[in-house]
């Protein structure tokens, strides 16, 4: 928990859980907490930083497990999918109302199952859009999914004028990049760090689609993608063009 990052729900899918949070945590492998502020830290509370959506309501769907002896995560795609499974219905287990953005940053290798796709696909149906992080093993994107799935908007990484990071993955699957370095919170009430990675470029992103949604409610998912996508500047317009083609998608995030 942090005093900037108000949830107002969620569940644990990996531990089915109630518990979602990140208590008994003691390292600072806090990824979860700072995509969430990314998204919607509350927004003129002279705590930390502003959220691009402060005022977005942040449900928290744990589908992973921090081990603070490695520091690493432990995976889980049957976790991935059943949070997205349960997501198009408004009585899911994360107590939330049908969301307008749903943010992920677990990938697994191999191409997008057809579970996968078809819970995305329904969800796309519903006017809810996926954003999920290319990956940071600085390869090809479409090694991974869910970021290869049809009707997700994915984002890869770049510096701050527009380079892609050497690690980020790419491919002609990249919607858009955004900044991957990122201030966030860390574990305790008041502790902050840098962090870098396509996860914070996704939860940028996430943040603006957020932001559209509360603006324009009516948007259909479709609608969102082209917003985002259509809008984000061309690499020849900023100072670092990205030299991959196709690899980096439409644009860097407006």
Known sequence: AHPDVKTVGGFDYFG?????????????????????????????NTIGIAGIAGSAELYMAKVDEANCDTLTYE???????E??????????AMGSPVPDVVLISQHFEGPCPTSFQNAIDELNENN????????????????????????VVTVASVDEIGRPESDSNLSVHVDVTAP????????????????????????????????????????????????????????????????????????YLN
Not at 75 to 81: D, E, K, R, T
Not at 128 to 151: F, K, M, R, W
Request: aromatic share 8%.
């Open 83 to 92: 949070a997205l499974e349960d997501l198009a219905s408004s009585d899911n």
């Open 75 to 81: 995976q889980s795609p049957s976790a991935v999918f």
């Open 128 to 151: 809810i859009t996926i954003v999920a992080s290319s990956g940071d093993e600085g390869g090809l994107v479409g090694n991974y999914y869910p970021a290869n799935c049809q009707n």
């Open 180 to 251: 991957g370095e990122s201030f966030i919170p860390l574990n305790g009430n008041d502790s902050w760090g840098k962090a870098n990675g396509s996860n914070y470029a996704a939860a940028k992103t996430a943040g603006a689609i957020a932001l559209v949604k509360s603006n324009y409610p009516e948007l259909s998912a479709e609608e969102v993608y082209s917003a985002v996508v259509e809008s984000s500047v061309p690499y020849g317009d900023i100072a670092g063009d990205c030299t991959m083609g196709d690899y980096c998608g439409e644009g």
């Open 16 to 44: 089915e859980s109630e518990s979602y949070g990140s208590a008994g945590i003691s390292c600072l492998l806090t990824k979860g907490l700072g995509m969430s502020a990314l998204v919607g830290a509350t927004n003129n």
